[in-house]
């Protein structure tokens, strides 16, 4: 019975672990929330003990969380940066027009591959 009961107890303790992850509302703030063009919502998260940045992105392509993402200002324009394999992911936080507007960029090996305007939620 102990045998069995640690055998169903431990894959759904390491599948709550990974849930409590990518949630990511219970261990770091939200400091942009963005709609933009195409059905694609992003939010960046930052963790409170760590500071690492994190990128979770809905769209009707699916869903995207990312990791150990920068932050720096360019310009007066804050952009947040995340790398997945070949394609890195660029969060713009306004334009120099509009301090509630912003952009999604997606990159592929360096390349421009999408770009999409957006407006802070």
């Known amino acids: 019975m102990k045998t069995s009961a640690l055998l169903l107890a431990l894959p759904i303790s390491i599948l709550a672990n990974f849930c ?3 949630s990511a509302d219970s261990t770091a703030a939200l400091i942009l929330s963005t709609k933009c063009q195409g059905g694609y919502n992003i939010n960046i998260w930052q963790n409170y003990n760590s500071r690492e940045l994190l ?3 809905t769209s009707p392509n ?3 969380s ?3 993402g920068t932050s720096q200002a360019t310009e ?3 952009v947040y940066k995340f790398r997945s394999g070949i394609y890195e992911y660029w969060v713009w936080d306004g334009t120099l027009d509009n301090a509630q507007s912003g952009t ?3 990159y592929k ?3 421009i591959l999408m770009k999409q305007a957006c407006t802070k939620s």
């Open 109 to 111: 090996n360096k390349r």
């Open 62 to 64: 699916g869903n995207l």
């Open 76 to 78: 007066g324009v804050r």
């Open 55 to 57: 990128y979770r992105a």
């Open 66 to 68: 990312l990791g150990k």
């Open 104 to 106: 999604l960029e997606v």
């Open 20 to 22: 409590l992850r990518a």
